[in-house]
């Protein structure tokens, strides 16, 4: 059984084009993550939902739009993708908004040509 | 805002032991955090200081003193497959901002 499941582990497509990252966690969390990891492997927070509400939206182009419909899904769509936005993607989820202990999805490494 | 500073590599021996160190600066500290990523892998949680002091957990051991800014992480024993990148996390309790990771430390053990 997999924790924090994230679907697809790679996604190549055009400039242009828009994409979507779905993930799910079984673990009973009630917060979860987007983190994008660059070629650097700097690993920086995008949005954090806390029983389904945004608390967190860090400098990221209105083209990212995240959605959770409940609490175990957070899915990330990205609007116009441009090769900038190439890079590795990982949900992420925790017990709570404070508990600094994150369960990582297997990433999505998103290389958009 | 916080600033968090570690190696950005370090290469060590099978057998060895190696120091992986982590300063910080940040108000509203709230714990401070190591996590192991294999290349091409997910990062994944190692261990949790919130007081000062040495936590152990097998070879590897996580020590923190909140005056000085500092955590270090200590690996015995090394093995090849301790071969990661390993990344300092501090979280604190100010801001939107709980979990701020450093850009991590590629260790390479060697044979």
């Known amino acids: 059984d997999t924790a924090v499941s994230q679907t697809p582990k790679y996604l190549v497509t055009q400039m242009g084009n828009d994409k979507s990252i779905k993930c799910e966690q079984n673990?009973?969390?009630?917060?979860m993550y987007w983190y994008k990891q660059d070629s650097k492997k700097f690993l920086k927070i995008m949005f954090s939902?806390?029983?389904?509400?945004?608390?967190i939206n860090e400098t990221v182009p209105n083209r990212f739009s995240p959605k959770s419909p409940d609490k175990a899904h957070l899915n990330l769509h990205i609007n116009s993708l441009e090769l900038g936005d190439s890079a590795v993607y990982f949900c992420?989820?925790?017990?709570?908004?404070?508990?600094?202990?994150?369960?990582f999805g297997s990433g999505t490494q998103l290389s958009v040509l | 805002g916080q600033n968090i500073d570690q190696p950005t590599e370090m290469t060590a021996t099978e057998g060895a032991i190696v120091q992986i160190n982590c300063t910080y600066q940040?108000?509203?500290?709230?714990?401070l955090f190591w996590y192991q990523q294999h290349a091409g892998e997910a990062p994944t949680f190692l261990s949790y200081n919130v007081l000062d002091g040495l936590e152990e957990k097998g070879r590897f051991s996580s020590f923190l003193s909140r005056s000085k800014g500092y955590s270090y992480l200590l690996l015995k024993e090394l093995q090849m497959k301790d071969s990661a990148s390993y990344l300092c996390a501090v979280s604190t309790n100010s801001g939107n901002t709980p979990l701020v990771f450093g850009k991590g430390t590629r260790l390479s053990v060697i044979a």
């Open positions: 992420a989820s925790s017990q709570d908004f404070r508990d600094g202990q994150l369960f």
């Open positions: 940040t108000s509203g500290f709230n714990g």
């Open positions: 939902y806390n029983n389904k509400e945004l608390i």
């Open positions: 673990l009973g969390h009630d917060t």
